[in-house]
């Protein structure tokens, strides 16, 4: 099942990310670094590749196709890029068969790559076809398949490519990787003067895919208090790192102010955290789920209204896996019978 229309789901994270020239370019410096022996990344034309949908064929709405010119002179050829988020059986087989399309379609040659971004199951996937029959034919095919899930973390933590930073979300890391992720990926994002799309996109990117727990993101914030010492250009790191987090904090220290010069300093602060994070909690959920499931948001918004603090975490780490309205109902559902 896809996100209702409109909403951003997980192929749309990827297109937007990689719809950036620039974050496209370092994308294929760290996974394909082998595309530049034989073509230009300088120019880069994004063609709409969608076709038709038919009853058997949904119409693909994640993928990328971009033209390319070959540094040997020729007019060019095409680079079609696929997430995949799921595994699939077919999926080499599927690959060719897009390929062919797309080529009949633009009468150029086509360069696929797949990009698996599930985490499990981590067995090795086939990027190779191979259909011999004898003297009287063969067919050979061979694509590039980025696994994620696959790849040491390591040497795209120590280089200083955002796209390659930011990729690291979707690979196995620890705690400790993921803060350091997330820090290098924000400061290269200042020092390298990303323009406000690219930041934008890195930003969502990042935080779709490495949600953090309230430690780290405190930790994340005391990090960044440090760099920022060292290099005080960095103080234009974006600091909303965790919205859940960032944004009950900034209520609740309001409140507590308020609350404090009504009722005594150390008691109102206490109760206006508390307030604070709860409101700032709610308001930060339903405005999700409003984007997600936008056509049932009333209903949707109502019950989350009902959370408390520690439902609305748990809600809120669920949501990123919720592929339809109805699941998200029922889990709130569920949640508004076990609290009566």
């Known amino acids: 099942m896809s996100p209702g229309p409109g909403v951003p789901g997980h192929d749309d994270l990827i297109k937007k990310l990689l719809q950036q020239p620039r974050l496209l370019r370092e994308f294929c410096r760290a996974f394909l670094p082998g595309l ?120 795209f933590l120590r280089s200083r490519n955002v796209a390659a930073l930011a990729m690291t979300s979707l690979m196995k890391l620890t ?65 909303l790192v965790n919205p859940f987090i960032q944004i009950g904090r900034i209520h609740g220290r309001q409140e507590g102010r308020q609350e404090g010069r009504q009722e005594g300093r150390q008691e109102g602060r206490q109760e206006g955290r508390q307030e604070g994070r709860q409101e700032g909690l709610v308001q930060i959920v339903s405005r999700l789920v409003g984007r997600k499931f936008p056509g049932e948001a009333g209903e949707l918004v109502r019950l989350v209204a009902g959370l408390d603090e520690e439902r609305l975490l748990a809600f809120g780490e669920a949501l990123l896996g919720m592929e339809t309205a109805e699941e998200c109902r029922r889990w709130l559902e569920r949640e508004r019978v076990m609290k009566s």
């Open 36 to 155: 530049e022996k034989f073509a230009s990344l300088e120019e880069i034309e994004y063609l709409d590749k969608e076709h038709p949908g038919t009853k058997h064929r949904p119409r693909r709405s994640g993928d990328l196709l971009i033209r390319l010119r070959g540094r040997d002179g020729e007019v060019g050829f095409l680079v079609h890029i696929e997430s995949q988020s799921r595994p699939e059986g077919a999926m080499i087989e599927r690959v060719v068969e897009y390929a062919m399309r797309d080529c009949i379609r633009y009468g150029m040659k086509v360069l696929p790559v797949v990009l698996l971004t599930y985490a499990k199951p981590a067995v090795p996937v086939r990027n190779e076809l191979h259909w011999d029959f004898g003297e009287l034919a063969s067919v050979r095919f061979r694509c590039p398949v980025v696994q994620f899930s696959g790849m040491d973390p390591e040497p």
């Open 175 to 239: 705690p400790e990787e993921q803060v350091r992720a997330i820090l290098e990926t924000l400061a290269e994002s200042v020092r390298q003067q990303l323009s406000a799309d690219d930041t934008e996109a890195v930003m969502e990117f990042i935080q779709h895919y490495a949600p953090l727990e309230e430690s780290q993101a405190l930790q994340i914030e005391a990090t960044m208090d440090r760099m920022i010492s060292n290099e005080p250009e960095l103080a234009a790191m974006p600091k």
